[in-house]
């Protein structure tokens, strides 16, 4: 980890202290934490930073577990089962707040490049791409029409419809790592189809992450499509 990871990672921790010093005091947040009250109370007004170890505890244990909770807070499932996560997916500061938990407590290698699917995954993808310096690229349902090259991934779905994503050929380099991001991971058949895509381009996956799985059926569709890890915030 290189001074400028350091230095967002405690950043990061301090952001995630402050959000959950909003529902609580400084000693129920020294319960929650097991941290000094006088520690946090430093920390959450800017007076000084945690060490790196510690940030790296607070984003990798309390991190996930406490946006996790605020995830499942915004999310609205609705009688027939569809899930509206707008509250999360248009609210960049708090997409700013994951990215720094999907990196540090998930088992994902560092990728050379963030995929996604457009629209809704694009918000979380270019956070994850801004927190880990890398590139960001997204693959769409139609052609760009200045892009000669594309990498096609086709499948065609239970309910007939042919479902196609075309990624610009350069967006990704033979032998790069690629971690496959969505908002919202249901049946898996779109990450399925972005992972047909790296193996087309010849790359390597990093993993498959979503914010939100809704049931387990498309998260098992992933892994039986590769063996990096595939996971995701929260279920519902």
């Not at 990061?12 to 959000?19: C, P, Q």
């Not at 609205?76 to 509206?84: A, C, L, S």
């Not at 990196?103 to 050379?112: H, I, M, T, V």
């Not at 994503?165 to 380099?173: G, M, N, R, V, W």
């Amino acid at each position: 980890m290189n001074r400028a990871e350091k230095a967002a990672l405690q950043l990061r921790a301090v952001d995630v202290l402050r959000m959950l010093k909003e529902t609580r005091t400084y000693d129920e947040l020294a319960e929650t934490t097991g941290l000094p009250a006088g520690d946090l109370n430093r920390y959450v007004n800017g007076h000084v930073l945690p060490g790196t170890e510690r940030a790296r505890e607070v984003v990798e244990d309390l991190g996930r577990e406490a946006l996790a909770g605020e995830l499942e807070a915004r999310i609205r499932v609705d009688d027939e089962g569809y899930v509206d996560n707008s509250a999360a997916v248009f609210d960049q500061s708090f997409l700013d707040l994951v990215a720094p938990v999907v990196a540090n407590a998930f088992d994902f290698d560092r990728p050379d490049v963030v995929l996604t699917a457009a629209t809704d995954g694009i918000t979380l993808a270019a956070s994850l791409a801004s927190y880990y310096g890398t590139r960001c690229a997204y693959a769409k349902k139609s052609k760009e029409t200045a892009v000669e090259e594309f990498i096609e991934a086709r499948e065609r779905l239970q309910s007939g419809i042919e479902l196609t994503y075309y990624l610009p050929e350069s967006a990704i380099d033979a032998g790069e790592s690629v971690l496959v991001v969505d908002d919202l991971i249901r049946s898996g058949e779109t990450q399925e189809l972005l992972l047909d895509i790296v193996d087309t381009a010849d790359a390597d996956v990093a993993g498959v992450f979503a914010l939100i799985a809704a049931g387990e059926d498309g998260i098992q569709r992933a892994r039986n499509h590769t063996d990096a890890p595939v996971d995701a915030l929260t279920t519902v």
